[in-house]
């Protein structure tokens, strides 16, 4: 079979991608497991802790960024985006972005129309004093 002949399964697409080193898969020390494990217990009870504290405005901030360093955990060593290439990260910083810049687009636009909705409403309705 010449160079650029085909066998039967392969396609063009196969060309673009590496190849996949299939005797050598990436596994995780149990002692990582178990630091993530313990990171992710630690995360959860501080999210526990401060429900208990009142910070007035910053207990939604610290909520959230709790939950971001625990999804950064999962995504890091369960997902084991540590481990791969750079571009990946990109990637998913990429997107979270622009989830987060769609979501905020939805909040203010939510925000200017919120006297019409209260105003339509009822008193007494939720969300309504």
């Known amino acids: ?7 039967p399964h392969e396609t063009a697409h196969d060309d673009a991608w590496p ?7 990436h596994v995780t020390p149990v002692s990582t497991l ?9 995360l959860t009870a501080l999210t526990v802790g401060v429900t208990y504290v ?12 709790v939950a971001a360093s625990k999804s950064a955990v999962v995504v890091l060593y369960f997902m084991h985006l540590r481990w ?3 571009f990946f990260g990109q990637i998913l910083i990429g997107s979270l972005f ?11 636009d939510t925000t200017e ?8 409403s009822p008193p007494g309705a939720a969300g309504r004093p």
């Open 1 to 7: 079979m010449s160079q650029h002949e085909r066998k």
């Open 19 to 25: 190849a996949v080193d299939d005797d050598h898969p």
């Open 34 to 42: 178990l630091a993530v494990f313990g990171a992710l217990l630690a």
């Open 54 to 65: 009142d910070l007035g405005p910053f207990n939604l901030w610290i909520a959230l960024l």
């Open 84 to 86: 791969e290439n750079a």
């Open 98 to 108: 622009f989830v987060a810049l769609f979501i905020g687009i939805a909040l203010v």
């Open 113 to 120: 129309y919120r006297p019409e909705i209260d105003a339509a």
